[in-house]
Each structure stands twice: as structure tokens, then as C-alpha cells.
């Protein structure tokens, strides 16, 4: 009879996740499937809040990311509040800038140091109680201490920026509602080391050389882990460059070809289309303009760095020459090249925020504008994870009547599954014995794109977890619960 | 007496109703410390280092590493009422989720990379409704109330 290989949760990944694989009475793989089971329903929830609320309310979805939430609801409030998307002080913009900066080195650092260097530092079919971050305290010390250090460096750069360490009030609509003082810059420009700009712009490039040497001595498994050509879809600003708080929507094919040219993310609807399937509460968004077929598309660091035309921070640019050259031009489309890709923007965030704490417009006193209020607003940054979109309408009383919001995890849903079919058609398929290993392929190929599936469908985080195995027909074979 | 160094660590998200126990409760240890009626029981809290977190995670391996003593607050979905405090260890063998370190896990995690670990202990205060919103639960604040006694009979017990 057919089986159906259940693995859950997925570890090391923020929130949970279900994997099924279906098995026919062959041992032939006919069915993969990477499926969320809760559903939130927080866009309901915060229906009836006025505007200015959002902010600080969508910091509840996540604990994870709560600043991407935070500044992307900023974005859209700015434009209710009357404020453009380009109409903020400098002192607001380099603000905000700072806190996403901040966030997206901290996010990456914990990402690559202690989610997915356990994997490439011991294999997947290492021993899973040392294929941990502890495994590699204990036999890479130096790499575990840069990316705790790493992560307190961003974590203080959000403190300084958002005001507290959880639910931040730093993006308030139409600005922000402090500045940097001088104090405060110089505890992260001046400080001794390692806790200061410069030892993060030296650590970036250290994990990047890192990578570039793994990647050489273990190229056919780096390069040939789940590859599989996509679309690929970022912001980008307007002369084309990588920039994770604000730009223009691009979205390119597998071959490099422009499908959306730089367009105002605030017509998002217009390009964008969310799918739903039956087996999964995660949407499936997709370019209209090539359908729901074949309209999937991937979001994040791959994809920013697929998109873009070059990154405006020198060492980043130097890295990311090197990684175009790669796929000579073309859009990289392995999986685990998301990890170098991610690397790179570690690096280029360092240097951004060493730029941003040099100009003395943070320190300035000019902090909100105001304007004529609107009751619509779409606001778009590119999280740690990839693309976020916030969108909002408001009501006559300023209560929030709407809310839609597609996160970067979701985006990157039928990204996702094609990752595990892959290794479930490449690992899995035909095999006599499931090994620890096998499954621990499918994980490795869901933690390349860093998924956080506490947001991707809002959910409490509480869902009980379920090990089904099921035959062809669907009889229950086994079940696990913990 | 050597001066103590303490960090207390508030754990949850108070916008997802009792998951903020554990930041509630080091709310009410900074109002307590900042009364002069009660200064007396404010001395442990006084000399405490008082942090709010989502969740736990790799850079707070970083910051108990020169702390002598860690109190972990956070809610329990299904531990003892009201609440319980016991004393925590490094463990040496892991498989978590970064969503989310233990407590355990942090010990240890600072153990290997920095050569000691605190004395540690992790406060449990039962909750009950996880429901986005900022309020407790009655009894959850019932059970706030007990776990502020449980840490202050900690303090005792340590002569802190």
C-alpha cells in the first residue's frame, strides 16, 4: 500500500510547519506537500482600531519580526496621514532606515550562524543532538560568538531606534517620534570592540569568505540541492539598486527578463493575485500577468540580489559581482545559494549602518509632517525574509476598516514546495529505508528561505502537532502526537 | 554581604493576552522598585537588571554571561497553578527551534561560548487565554500576584 511521510514540525525554523510526502504502493513519490494548519484571522482583528494603532498592534503577529511589521505599517500610515511615501523628513526616513538596517543584520545573522550552519558545518545526516547551535559553540566557537554578537549589535541598534525592546513606537505615521542623540551613535560607532560598526562591517565580510570557501570545497552539493528556475520579485530603488526599506516593484523570469518594470508598489493589486488552496491556510500569491500556473514567484535575499542592479555599499557590490559572475549574468535559481546570497546582505547592512550613523541627520529635531489625510494606504519593505505588504482603509471615524497584508513566508510558499518535491523526487523517491537524514533534507531545503510560519498565517503559535501516516486511499496507518 | 548580580528576564508577547505574564510580572518588579513605601522588598528588585523579551534567543547567552543569578518569567500553558519556581540547568542535550530557545538551552549555549553559566531558575506563572489582546485573564493575574511571592521568597531563601 501507498505511504505518506509526514514530517513535523519542521526544527529551527520559526513557528511550525507540516511536510507531507505521498508514497504509492511503488515507493514512487507522487505528492509533496508543505502545509500550515492553523489559521489567525489578525487582519480581522484589527478592524475597528484606529489608524494610528497599527504600528504597534501588527508587533503582535510575531515575535520574530516585529520591526518589518512595525515600519511597513508606518508606510502605509504615512499615506494616510497625507504623508507620500517619499515625503518624510530626512531625520524620519535615515531613522527608519537605521531600525530596518539594524534589524535585517540581526535577523541574518541568527538566520545563517545558528539555523542553517549547523547543517553545512556537519552534514545533513549528522547526529541531530550536535547538528545544533550548541554543536557549533562547541566545535566553532568563533563562528557562534560573532552571530550572538552579531544579533546583540542589531538588537541594541532597535532599542535605540524604536524606543523598547518589544512593541517599539518608533514609526509613528507621517515620521518617527525620536531621533538618535549623539550619545547613543557613538556607543555603536565608538564603542570598543568587538561591539561597534566597524567589527560588523569585518564580521560580514568573515561570513562571506566563509561561505565562498565552503562553497568550494563542497560545490556539488551546494550547487545542486533542489535548483529549480523561477520568477523572482523585490523592491528596488529607482536607479535599480538593492534597498530593503523602500523602492519600486520588480519582478524578473528565470531568464532575467523584466515581467514587472519598477512599478508603484501601491498598485500592488494590479499585479499581484493571491490563490488559495484547499490542504493549506497559506495563500499562494502569483504575477497576474503570467497566472496562476506559472505566476509563482520567489522573494528574499536570492531574489532581492536577482533583481537588483547592483548594491550601493562597496564590499556588498565587490561580493555580489562575484556572485552574478557566478551564473554569468542570469538569475541564480539554487536553493542553497540563498545562504551566500543572505551573507551578502549581512554584509551590505553593516556597511549601510555605519553610513547611516555617520550622518548628522539623525540627529536632527524636524521628526513628523503632516498632510491631508487619505483613507487608503499600501505600504511595502523588503523584510529579512523577503517582500511585505501592508495595506489599509480607514473609515470617516479613522477606524481601520481593512486589512490586507501578504507576508514574506507566504510569498515564498509554492517556492517551498517545489524545494521539498524536489528532494522528495531526488532523496526520497524509491528508497527502501527513510532515514534521519533524508528528512532532514526536506528541513534544510524549507530553512534555505528562512520561513517564519508564525506570520505566514498569523497563528498563535500553539498548534497541537500531528505525525499522520496515511495509505493511498487515506486509511490511517500511524499516528504521532507531541 | 558581596553585592549580587541578578538579571530578570520577562518572557511572552503582551499583545497575545497571558503570553504576557512574563513581561507583567517584571512591570510590576520596576513599579515596586521605584516606591518608597516599599523599599524594604524592593531591595532584591533594586539591585536586579530588568529585560523584556519576546522569546529567548542566541544573543542572550550574551547577557546573563556576568550575572550571578537569572529569574525566567513566563507563562506556562499547562504547568502547575499558580505558579512554580525551580531551579534550571544547562542542557546538554538539545534539538530546538530557534523560534524560541529554552532556557536550558541559553545556560548552555553560554556554558560553551563564554566558560560559566548563572545559577538560573525559571518562575512559571499558569496562564490560560492566548487570544490577541493586551489584558490577563482574571486568574492569571491571580496568579501574578502568587508569583511575586514565590520570587520574593527566592530572594529570602538566597539571602538577596
Known amino acids: 500500500m501507498g505511504r505518506k511521510i509526514i514530517i513535523e514540525p519542521v526544527t529551527r525554523v520559526e513557528g511550525h510547519g507540516k511536510v507531507t510526502i505521498h508514497l504509492d504502493e511503488a515507493g514512487n513519490v507522487t505528492q509533496s506537500r508543505f502545509h500550515i494548519v492553523e489559521f489567525r484571522g489578525f487582519e480581522r482583528f484589527v478592524q475597528g482600531r484606529p489608524y494610528w494603532e497599527a504600528p504597534v498592534l501588527v508587533q503582535r503577529l510575531c515575535g520574530i519580526c516585529p520591526v518589518s511589521h512595525h515600519l511597513a505599517a508606518a508606510k502605509a500610515m504615512d499615506i494616510i496621514a497625507g504623508v507620500g511615501p517619499e515625503g518624510l523628513t530626512p531625520t524620519a526616513e535615515k531613522m527608519r532606515r537605521l531600525m530596518h538596517y539594524g534589524q535585517m543584520l540581526q535577523s541574518h545573522a541568527l538566520h545563517f550562524f545558528h539555523l542553517a550552519s549547523p547543517d553545512l558545518l556537519f552534514g545533513a545526516d549528522a547526529d541531530p543532538a550536535i547538528r545544533n547551535v550548541i554543536g557549533v559553540a562547541l566545535k566553532h566557537k568563533d563562528l557562534a560568538v560573532q552571530g550572538v554578537l552579531m544579533r546583540k549589535f542589531g538588537q541594541e541598534l532597535i532599542l535605540a531606534t524604536a524606543g523598547k525592546k518589544i512593541h517599539g513606537t518608533g514609526a509613528v505615521p507621517g515620521g518617527i517620534n525620536k531621533n538618535l542623540s549623539a550619545e547613543e551613535r557613538d556607543a555603536f560607532l565608538k564603542a570598543p570592540d568587538p561591539l561597534n560598526a566597524d567589527k560588523m562591517i569585518a564580521w560580514g565580510q568573515a561570513a562571506v569568505d566563509f561561505f565562498k570557501d565552503f562553497h568550494k570545497k563542497n560545490k556539488d552539493h551546494v550547487d545542486g540541492f533542489a535548483p529549480f528556475p523561477s520568477n523572482h520579485l523585490s523592491l528596488v530603488r529607482k536607479d535599480g539598486a538593492l534597498d530593503f526599506y523602500h523602492g519600486a516593484l520588480r519582478a524578473v523570469d528565470a531568464k532575467g527578463k523584466k515581467i514587472l518594470n519598477d512599478v508603484d508598489y501601491r498598485d500592488y493589486l494590479d499585479h499581484i493575485g493571491e490563490d488559495v488552496r484547499v490542504w493549506s491556510y497559506m495563500k499562494f500569491p502569483y504575477l497576474r500577468a503570467l497566472g496562476k500556473e506559472n505566476g509563482w514567484y520567489r522573494v528574499g535575499p536570492l531574489a532581492r540580489l536577482n533583481v537588483c542592479d547592483f548594491i550601493p555599499s562597496p564590499r556588498a557590490q565587490k561580493e555580489f559581482e562575484i556572485f552574478r559572475a557566478y551564473t554569468k549574468g542570469k538569475p541564480n535559481s539554487m536553493t542553497l545559494h540563498s545562504h551566500w546570497a543572505r551573507l551578502i546582505e549581512l554584509l551590505h547592512a553593516a556597511e549601510i549602518i555605519k553610513d547611516l550613523l555617520l550622518d548628522p541627520d539623525l540627529q536632527g529635531t524636524d521628526l513628523v509632517k503632516k498632510g491631508r489625510k487619505a483613507h487608503e494606504g499600501v505600504g511595502l519593505l523588503e523584510a529579512p525574509r523577503g517582500t511585505l505588504f501592508h495595506h489599509y482603509r480607514i473609515n470617516a471615524d479613522d477606524q481601520i476598516t481593512m486589512a490586507n497584508l501578504i507576508v514574506s513566508t507566504t510569498n515564498n510558499n509554492e517556492p517551498m514546495n517545489r524545494a521539498v518535491h524536489w528532494v522528495a523526487m531526488n532523496v526520497l523517491d524509491k528508497k527502501k529505508e527513510i532515514t534521519e537524514g533524508m528528512l532532514n533534507r526536506v528541513e534544510i531545503a524549507i530553512r534555505a528561505y528562512d520561513p517564519c510560519l508564525s506570520c505566514a498565517t498569523h497563528a498563535l503559535g500553539r498548534m497541537p502537532l500531528q505525525v499522520e501516516l496515511r495509505d493511498a486511499r487515506g486509511v490511517l496507518l500511524d499516528r504521532r502526537e507531541r | ?160
Request: overall charge negative.
Open chain 2, 1 to 160: 554581604m558581596d553585592q549580587k548580580k541578578i538579571l530578570v528576564f520577562g518572557i511572552g508577547n503582551p499583545g497575545r493576552g497571558d503570553d504576557g505574564l512574563g513581561p507583567r510580572f517584571v512591570e510590576r518588579l520596576r513599579g515596586r522598585a521605584s516606591s518608597d513605601a516599599e523599599c524594604h522588598d524592593a531591595a532584591p528588585a533594586n539591585a536586579c537588571d530588568l529585560e523584556l523579551r519576546y522569546q529567548l534567543n542566541v544573543e542572550d547567552a550574551y547577557a546573563i554571561k556576568d550575572h550571578d543569578l537569572v529569574v525566567f518569567a513566563d507563562a506556562t500553558t499547562a504547568g502547575e497553578e499558580p505558579a512554580t519556581m525551580d531551579e534550571v540547568f544547562p542542557s546538554d542535550t538539545i534539538a530546538f527551534s530557534t523560534h524560541r530557545m529554552s532556557p536550558a538551552a541559553v545556560l548552555a549555549l553560554c556554558h560553551e561560548l563564554f566558560g560559566r553559566a548563572p545559577r538560573a531558575f525559571t518562575l512559571a506563572i499558569r496562564g490560560y487565554d492566548w487570544d490577541v489582546g493586551e489584558s490577563l485573564s482574571e486568574r492569571a493575574e491571580s496568579n501574578l500576584t502568587v508569583a511575586m511571592e514565590r520570587f520574593h521568597d527566592l530572594m529570602e531563601s538566597l539571602r538577596l
